[in-house]
């Protein structure tokens, strides 16, 4: 790095907030997301047994179009099911960050980065299998490219926290040690 170069140590990405703020909004924000999300399909999943009994009941004339039927709501189900474990594993996520940040943890921190990662590399990957069986849309597809640059935002400035906590829980400990001699 050349000198006079600013390092992501001290960049700070949010435009609006110092790092730290930053973050309990990030935080903040996941936990209002997910929660509303983890109801939403937590509301639906009560709604799929009832179509799949009055489906059941219904008469079709066709019997491949019956078995074609009950299998999309069953894969309804199942992806319901996903989303509402997703959906409280980022809960989770959102309150790991929240409480890292307040006792400036570089392992709490760590953790939602680790995390949030591979949420994201799921979230890419169920992107992928969307568009190779065709049922993508234009709706999903903002909602999948959202996400993504939300989520390596929310990382970028995860990152550049995580840089900071570290250098001063490294001042702490230099600072701890030269005063206990």
Same mark, same amino acid.
């Given at each position: 790095?050349?000198p006079?170069?600013?390092?992501?140590?001290?960049?700070?990405?949010?435009?609006c907030?110092?790092?730290?703020?930053?973050?309990?909004?990030?935080?903040?924000?996941?936990l209002?997301v997910?929660?509303?999300?983890?109801?939403?399909?937590?509301l639906?999943?009560?709604t799929?047994?009832?179509l799949i009994?009055?489906?059941?009941?219904?008469e079709?004339?066709n019997?491949?179009?019956?078995k074609?039927a009950? /299998?999309? =709501?069953? +894969?309804? *189900?199942?992806?319901?099911?996903?989303?509402?474990? #997703?959906?409280?594993?980022?809960l989770? &996520?959102?309150?790991?960050?929240?409480?890292?940040?307040?006792?400036?943890?570089?392992?709490?921190?760590?953790?939602?980065l680790?995390l949030?990662?591979?949420i994201?590399?799921?979230?890419?990957?169920?992107?992928?299998v969307?568009l190779?069986?065709?049922?993508?849309?234009?709706?999903?597809?903002?909602?999948?490219g959202? /996400?993504? =640059?939300? +989520?390596? *935002?929310?990382?970028?400035?995860?990152l550049?926290? #995580?840089?900071?906590?570290?250098?001063? &829980?490294?001042?702490?400990?230099?600072?701890?040690?030269?005063?206990?001699?």
């Amino acid at each position: 790095m050349t000198p006079g170069t600013p390092s992501i140590s001290t960049v700070n990405p949010c435009c609006c907030f110092n790092l730290k703020s930053g973050a309990v909004l990030i935080g903040i924000l996941e936990l209002v997301v997910w929660s509303v999300a983890l109801t939403l399909s937590t509301l639906y999943l009560q709604t799929v047994p009832g179509l799949i009994t009055e489906y059941k009941n219904a008469e079709i004339s066709n019997e491949l179009e019956s078995k074609e039927a009950m /299998n999309a =709501l069953y +894969s309804v *189900y199942v992806v319901l099911i996903l989303c509402i474990t #997703l959906s409280f594993v980022r809960l989770i &996520n959102g309150t790991i960050l929240l409480f890292g940040v307040q006792r400036n943890s570089v392992r709490l921190v760590k953790t939602w980065l680790c995390l949030k990662v591979s949420i994201l590399v799921l979230t890419i990957g169920s992107f992928v299998v969307a568009l190779a069986h065709g049922t993508a849309n234009l709706a999903t597809d903002i909602f999948y490219g959202i /996400n993504f =640059l939300a +989520s390596l *935002y929310f990382i970028f400035v995860i990152l550049a926290l #995580l840089k900071k906590l570290k250098v001063e &829980n490294q001042k702490r400990f230099i600072r701890s040690t030269y005063f206990s001699h």
